[in-house]
C-alpha cells in the first residue's frame, strides 16, 4: 500500500512509489517502464477511475502507466480500458466469434461502471460519501 498523499513532496515521488509498488511493469500492458526521457514507455500516473468520471487522486485509484497506455486509455476506467484492448484483439484476428464474445464484455463492462457511478453519484448527493466507499 502507498503511503498517505500527504507524506510526498512531488507528483514525481508519487510516480516513483507507484512504480516500485508495480514492479516497473505498466498497469496495462505490463511493458518495463524507465525514467529514460521521450521513451513511450516513460511511466506517468494513471487515475484508474479518470477523474472526468469522479475519480479521486487517492493512493487507491492511482498506478503507474506507460505514457503509450496512458494516453489511449483516456476516459474509461480500467475494467472499459482492459475490455476495449481485448475487443481490438479480437477484431485484428477476424474470428467473429472472439469479435462478439468482446463485444459483449466491453458492453457488459461499461453498464457496470456506468451502474457504480450513478450509485456513488447517488449516495454522494444523498451525504453518504463515507458509506459508499472506492469502487
Given amino acids: 500500500m502507498i503511503e498517505a498523499r500527504s507524506t510526498f513532496r512531488s507528483p514525481r515521488e508519487v510516480l516513483?512509489?507507484?512504480?516500485?509498488?508495480?514492479?516497473?511493469?505498466?498497469?496495462y500492458c505490463g511493458?518495463?517502464?524507465?525514467?529514460?526521457?521521450?521513451?513511450s514507455l516513460t511511466p506517468a500516473i494513471e487515475h484508474i477511475?479518470?477523474?472526468?468520471?469522479?475519480?479521486?487522486?487517492?493512493?487507491?485509484?492511482?498506478?503507474?502507466a506507460c505514457r503509450t497506455c496512458n494516453s489511449s486509455k483516456g476516459d474509461l476506467t480500467a475494467i472499459e480500458y482492459r475490455a476495449r484492448e481485448k475487443l481490438r484483439a479480437a477484431e485484428a484476428l477476424g474470428d467473429m466469434k472472439d469479435r462478439l464474445i468482446a463485444k459483449a464484455e466491453f458492453f457488459e463492462a461499461r453498464a457496470k461502471c456506468l451502474a457504480e457511478e450513478a450509485a456513488r453519484y447517488a449516495a454522494e448527493a444523498c451525504g453518504l460519501r463515507q458509506i459508499a466507499g472506492p469502487l
Fill in 31 to 39: 511493458q518495463e517502464m524507465s525514467f529514460d526521457g521521450a521513451s
Fill in 49 to 64: 477511475i479518470p477523474i472526468v468520471r469522479a475519480g479521486r487522486s487517492e493512493p487507491d485509484n492511482l498506478a503507474a
Fill in 16 to 27: 516513483f512509489a507507484l512504480c516500485k509498488r508495480q514492479d516497473w511493469k505498466c498497469a
